[in-house]
C-alpha cells in the first residue's frame, strides 16, 4: 500500500513540475510571456500570473484537443459537473489520491469550455451564466465530499465552514460586479481553492498511512489541515470583498448605467404603457448621472 502511495505521488509531483521546470526556462529565455496581473481590489490571489500562465500553457494539447473534437462548451462544462459528482463520491468514500486525479483534471475543464468558446467564438451570455453556475455545483458537491468523510468529527463543521463560506465568496464577487465593480479579486479563488485542495489529497494517503498505518477510515491529516485553511482564506476573502465593496460604494465608484438601473422599477402589478416606462427609465438615469 505505502509502495503505491509513494508511486502516485512521485508520478503526481513528476506531471506537474516538469511542464513548469520547462515553463520557467522557455519564461526565462523570453520565449514565453507572464499574463497581466489584474487589478489588486480586494487582495492578491494566492497562485498568481506565473502559475496562471504555466497552467494555460501546458493546457494547450488539451485546448487543441477539444477544438478537433467537435464538442460545444456547454457538452465541457456537463461534463466537469460528472466529474464532480465523481470526486465527491471518492472523497466521501476515502479514496483521495483518485479524489485528486479527478478534482484537479475535472475542474481544468472550466478553462477548457471558456478557451473553446472565445476559439470558436461561441461566447454567449447563456453559456457563461451555465458555466458559473455548474462551478458553483462543482464546489458544493466537492465540499460535500468531505463532509460526509469527516461526518462525526470536528473537521465535518469545518468542512461546512469551508463550504458555506466558499459561495459567499463567489456571491460577493458577483453581487459586486452586478454593481458596476470589477477587481474584487482576493486570496481565495476558485482555481487557487483547486489546486490546495487537489495537492492536500494527492500526498495525503502516503502521509496517513505513515502516521495511522492501515487503518480502515484514516484521518488524513494533510486534508484535514488543508480545509481549515481554506475555511480561513474562505472567510478572509469574503470579508475582504465585503469591505472593499462597500469601501467603493461609499466613494460612488459605481458605473453610471448601473446606478440608474439599479432605480428603475421592473415589477408591475399590470402591464404597463411602454411609452411610460421608457420615459421613467430615461428620467431616473438621468437623474443618476447628474
Not at 503505491?4 to 509531483?13: E, N, P, Q, V
Not at 521546470?21 to 480586494?42: E, F, N
Request: aromatic residues 10%; charged residues 15%.
Amino acid at each position: 500500500m505505502e509502495a503505491a502511495d509513494k508511486i502516485y505521488a512521485l508520478g503526481f509531483t513528476a506531471f506537474f513540475a516538469a511542464p513548469l521546470l520547462i515553463y520557467l526556462v522557455l519564461l526565462a529565455a523570453g520565449r514565453v510571456t507572464v499574463p497581466a496581473a489584474k487589478a489588486k481590489g480586494a487582495g492578491r490571489r494566492i497562485f498568481g500570473p506565473v502559475f496562471i500562465g504555466y497552467y494555460y500553457w501546458m493546457m494547450r494539447p488539451v485546448f487543441r484537443a477539444a477544438e478537433l473534437s467537435g464538442l460545444k462548451p456547454d457538452h465541457i462544462t456537463f461534463i466537469s459537473a460528472g466529474a464532480a459528482a465523481a470526486t465527491a463520491t471518492a472523497i466521501a468514500t476515502g479514496h483521495f489520491a483518485l479524489a485528486s486525479a479527478l478534482l484537479i483534471g475535472g475542474s481544468s475543464l472550466d478553462m477548457v469550455d471558456g478557451q473553446l468558446a472565445r476559439t470558436k467564438k461561441l461566447e454567449t451570455p447563456g453559456g457563461a451564466f451555465l458555466d458559473s453556475t455548474i462551478d458553483r455545483l462543482c464546489d458544493g458537491l466537492i465540499f460535500a465530499g468531505c463532509v460526509v468523510y469527516y461526518s462525526g468529527s470536528a473537521m465535518m463543521y469545518v468542512s461546512l465552514v469551508a463550504l458555506i463560506t466558499c459561495y459567499l465568496v463567489s456571491y460577493t464577487r458577483a453581487r459586486s460586479e452586478s454593481l458596476g465593480l470589477y477587481g474584487a479579486e482576493g486570496l481565495a479563488q476558485r482555481a487557487d481553492r483547486i489546486v490546495m485542495l487537489g495537492i492536500a489529497m494527492a500526498f495525503s494517503p502516503l502521509v496517513a498511512h505513515r502516521q495511522e498505518g492501515l487503518v480502515s477510515h484514516p484521518h488524513y491529516w494533510l486534508t484535514a489541515f488543508t480545509i481549515c485553511v481554506l475555511a480561513l482564506v474562505n472567510t478572509t476573502t469574503a470579508v475582504s470583498r465585503i469591505a472593499w465593496t462597500r469601501r467603493q460604494l461609499a466613494a460612488g465608484r459605481v458605473t453610471p448605467d448601473v446606478r440608474g438601473l439599479e432605480r428603475i422599477e421592473l415589477t408591475f402589478v399590470k402591464k404597463p404603457d411602454a411609452s411610460r416606462v421608457h420615459k421613467k427609465g430615461l428620467e431616473t438615469h438621468g437623474r443618476s448621472t447628474a
